[in-house]
């Protein structure tokens, strides 16, 4: 089984990483003359960069994880790590692990299966965490979000009360989930990526809750002031059958039938056209930014406005698996450019803002892990404008990446055995 899954999630980089892309050596600054509608200037495409010679930091192994998804540090900066599989760990600084029990049922297969956990801004007061995960039911997976309670009290941690407060409808087949948190820096609010499911056109459907970015109250409702607010979504739905691999938007059948609407309206809706988006952060300006991956080539930072449309699949710089070209972002003023992309892929995973004291130069800077580029890679900013500063290859797929309490960047390996790393300043270095 877990071979199976290694083989499959692994399977995309690869294939992404044998093409060609059609646009790699395309110029930047050849974007701009198009773009007409938008100031912003063309992204830079650092999909060519190359790993520093060196790490200004030390890696330690604290501890290791059956294909682990997803970390989150409490407020005594203990730790919840996810695997994919289905088992949730309370773990310690020092690589202590206890298993949490009342974790949901998830559907194990291909990207599916346990994903993100997140600890509410209310935590302190009634110790809430959130989880993301593909949900079995009638027709096949969808995206699940939801809520418990974070029992410490016992000789094993439990999530009680756990209660799903938002979930993606129709179900159906398809990988590509999203599941990633990120709450507003007022903690009000919940922002949720639901991926396309590799359905393609749906992510440019308002009823459909693919391909989008949710802006929900921490009740899982649609959060007032969305762009959609007030908005009630159709009646019908279209049933768009994913076809068996990630080949052309344009072969994929599309078939019309009546039944309740999905639970998507556009009142939840903060953000369209997104494919599989793998990173959600705020960073200390309040500012929403988005690491997307692309299909063949085109991983994306994205920097996240309220209802804006960042084009997938209708542009996007990579191209489809089976080689068809996909429009440029630059040719279409609709839609929402990436502020930087990769070509070919990195394939993102995990997004976390820097702002610890460990590493004072790196404060401001985000941190993006690569799966398919086995890389960490820090993103500096010059105003609203990002670029990759540097690259280190970490040996190993990067599943996640969060920036710790103790000022430590700490990394998630993908796969059966998983290491969690703590990285800390290399002062021997
Ligand atoms: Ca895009």
Redesign the pocket.
């Known amino acids: 089984m877990v071979r199976h899954i290694t083989v499959a999630v692994a399977m995309i980089p690869m294939l992404a990483g044998c093409g060609s892309p059609q646009d790699a050596n395309q110029p930047a600054a050849s974007a701009s003359a198009s773009a007409s509608a938008s100031a912003s200037a063309a992204p830079v495409n650092y999909g060519n960069a190359t790993p520093a010679k060196t790490k200004p930091f030390k890696a330690t192994p604290v501890a290791s994880f059956d294909t682990p998804w997803a970390l989150a540090f409490l407020p005594d900066r203990r730790m919840l790590v996810t695997e994919k599989p289905g088992r949730l760990w309370l773990v310690t600084a020092t690589g202590q692990k206890q298993q949490v029990s009342g974790v949901p049922t998830v559907h194990f297969e291909g990207q599916g299966g346990l994903l993100f956990i997140a600890v509410s801004p209310t935590y302190a007061q009634n110790a809430q965490v959130y989880l993301t995960y593909s949900e079995p039911g009638e027709g096949g997976d969808g995206l699940a979000l939801a809520r418990a309670t974070l029992d410490t009290s016992g000789a094993q941690p439990a999530l009680k009360d756990l209660q799903v407060v938002w979930r993606q409808l129709p179900r159906g087949k398809g990988g590509q989930f999203g599941g990633y948190i990120a709450f507003s820096p007022d903690g009000r609010y919940l922002f949720l990526t639901s991926g396309e499911r590799q359905r393609f056109t749906p992510a440019q459907d308002p009823d459909q809750a693919l391909g989008k970015i949710l802006r929900l109250t921490l009740d899982g409702k649609p959060a007032p002031g969305n762009p959609g607010a007030g908005k009630t979504g159709s009646t019908t739905v279209g049933i768009i059958d994913p076809p068996e691999n990630t080949g052309a938007a344009a072969k994929a059948p599309v078939r019309k039938a009546t039944m309740p609407a999905p639970n998507l309206t556009p009142a939840e809706t903060w953000s369209t056209?997104?494919?599989n988006p793998y990173g959600l952060a705020f960073d200390a300006e309040g500012r929403l930014w988005e690491t997307?991956m692309g299909p063949q080539g085109g991983d994306?930072l994205?920097l996240i406005e309220p209802g804006r449309n960042?084009?997938?699949p209708l542009?996007?710089y990579g191209k489809n698996y089976d080689d068809t070209p996909i429009a440029s972002?630059a040719s279409d003023p609709r839609?929402?450019k990436?502020a930087l992309y990769w070509n070919p892929i990195i394939a993102p995973a995990g997004l976390a803002f820097y702002y610890g004291s460990m590493f004072p130069q790196w404060r401001g800077s985000a941190f993006v892990g690569g799966l398919a580029s086995t890389a960490l890679i820090r993103i500096a900013f010059d105003g609203t404008t990002p670029r990759e500063a540097e690259r280190w290859d970490m040996g190993a797929r990067i599943r996640a990446v969060m920036a710790g309490p103790d000022g430590a960047l700490w990394l998630l390996e993908d796969g059966s055995d998983g290491r969690l790393l703590r990285l800390t300043a290399d002062r021997a270095g």
Do not use: L
């Open positions: 056209g997104h494919r997307e994306e994205n960042y084009g997938w542009v996007s972002p839609f929402q990436p």
